[in-house]
């Protein structure tokens, strides 16, 4: 058994308002979890994934693991500091961040967390961190692979597709689905749609309607109509829209969520808006 929880869906920035906490006002952060699987595999470090480590201490799961990073903008490294097994002596873990020009993995995360920005350097922390960078292809880690195709955001952005078990899940956070019909563009949606072909999930950056995404084409993130309208014949089993905007409260969600249902129902097995501590279980 294969499962997903979802530790922070907002985009952006976290957003701690009241009309926002039926969906919640984490940043992205989602951990896969399987029968097999004895480490953590989580994706992004946005503010959720405090949550996830106060619940793995609780529990008293295994403390070690791989953490993937889409990229690093602050909206998906925003918990790394409160992640409590960061700090302890037994902690173990593999990052990987998409490559970054100019940068290393270690340099990134040593200039985000250098003491002017935050009281708590990569040095002081307990567990035994590794950081490498990825570039686009297939990482074999013995339970499960990762295979990475560079998204289209401001910045290099991958989009992760975990196969564990015998699922598929494709993970794209920060993704702008292009409108022109350029080359450029045209080689990418071929590309992305054979990437996310058949996936038992797709987890897909939808953080504005058509009408906002008007005022913001190039900013890196997708509107839902131009989601569903390209993915609708990809054979996704399930459908999980992310990176909501902060701005977008629980009722301008839900309405959204519901039209969306009623027009694509019958295409996906499950098609509806991720919401913080929802859990995915794939049999
Ligand atoms: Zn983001
Ligand atoms: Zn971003």
């Not at 992004?44 to 889409?70: P, S, V, Y």
Request: glycine share 8%.
């Amino acid at each position: 058994m294969v499962k997903i929880k979802f530790w922070g869906v907002r985009g952006s920035t976290p957003c701690a308002n009241n009309e926002n906490m039926g969906f919640g006002g984490n940043t992205s952060c989602v951990q896969i979890s399987a029968t097999h699987l004895n480490e953590l595999l989580v994706l992004d470090c946005g503010t959720g994934i405090r949550n996830l480590g106060n619940d793995i201490i609780q529990k008293k799961e295994a403390l070690r693991g791989h953490i993937f990073l889409t990229h690093p903008h602050w909206d998906h490294l925003q918990g790394f500091g409160f992640f409590k097994p960061f700090y302890h002596p037994e902690g173990n873990f593999n990052l990987h961040l998409t490559s970054q020009p100019g940068l290393s993995c270690n340099e990134i995360l040593q200039g985000h967390f250098s003491n002017t920005f935050f009281p708590v350097t990569l040095d002081m922390l307990s567990a035994e961190m590794k950081c490498t960078s990825i570039e686009e292809g297939v990482y074999d880690y013995g339970d499960f692979v990762v295979e990475m195709m560079w998204g289209r955001h401001t910045i290099p952005t991958g989009i992760f597709k975990v196969i564990i078990e015998d699922k598929v899940i494709v993970y794209a956070p920060d993704n702008e689905l292009p409108h022109d019909n350029s080359e450029n563009s045209k080689t990418f949606i071929e590309k992305f749609l054979a990437f996310i072909q058949g996936a038992d999930v797709l987890i897909h950056d939808a953080q504005y309607n058509l009408e906002e995404y008007k005022q913001r084409e190039g900013w890196g993130h997708t509107n839902w109509e131009k989601l569903l309208e390209l993915t609708k014949n990809s054979q996704i089993k399930q459908l999980y829209l992310t990176h909501h905007d902060p701005d977008n409260s629980d009722v301008d969600l839900q309405k959204r969520c519901d039209q969306i249902q009623a027009e694509y129902e019958s295409v996906y097995e499950l098609v509806t808006l991720a919401r913080d501590e929802m859990v995915v279980e794939l049999p």
